[in-house]
Nanobody, 116 residues
């Protein structure tokens, strides 16, 4: 099993940037997949960006060209969010899967609010 904890959320104005971080209890390279999802009030949780082992990152169409998922040192992954829009607001969740057959692991979420 793997545990993940998010950090880095906050309140920003439209057009600004924010960087989210996720700390895993396992080295990132040992995981089958990691990623970020988000959920806005009254909406379903949606994929933002994912990164599977030996695969290119995958992004939601709504964030392509603005968001970048990356591996940090050892046990961290990051989500760099540029040119933020109000519709990017929501709770952002870090996701990890240790093995292809493992149960998905989720963090508690970090709030992102984009508002003027």
């Amino acid at each position: 099993q793997v545990q993940v904890v998010e950090s880095g959320g906050g309140l920003v104005q439209p057009g600004e940037s924010l960087r989210l971080s996720c700390r895993s209890s396992r080295v990132i390279d040992a995981l089958n997949a990691v990623g970020w999802y988000r959920q806005a009030p009254g909406k379903e949780r949606e994929m933002v960006a994912t990164m599977a082992r030996q695969s290119l990152p995958n992004y939601a169409d709504s964030v392509k060209g603005r968001f970048t998922i990356s591996k940090g040192v050892d046990q961290h992954i990051h989500l760099q969010m540029n040119s933020l829009k109000p519709e990017d607001s929501g709770t952002y969740y870090c996701y990890a899967k240790l093995y292809p057959w493992s149960v998905d692991s989720w963090g508690q979420g970090t709030q992102v609010t984009v508002s003027s």
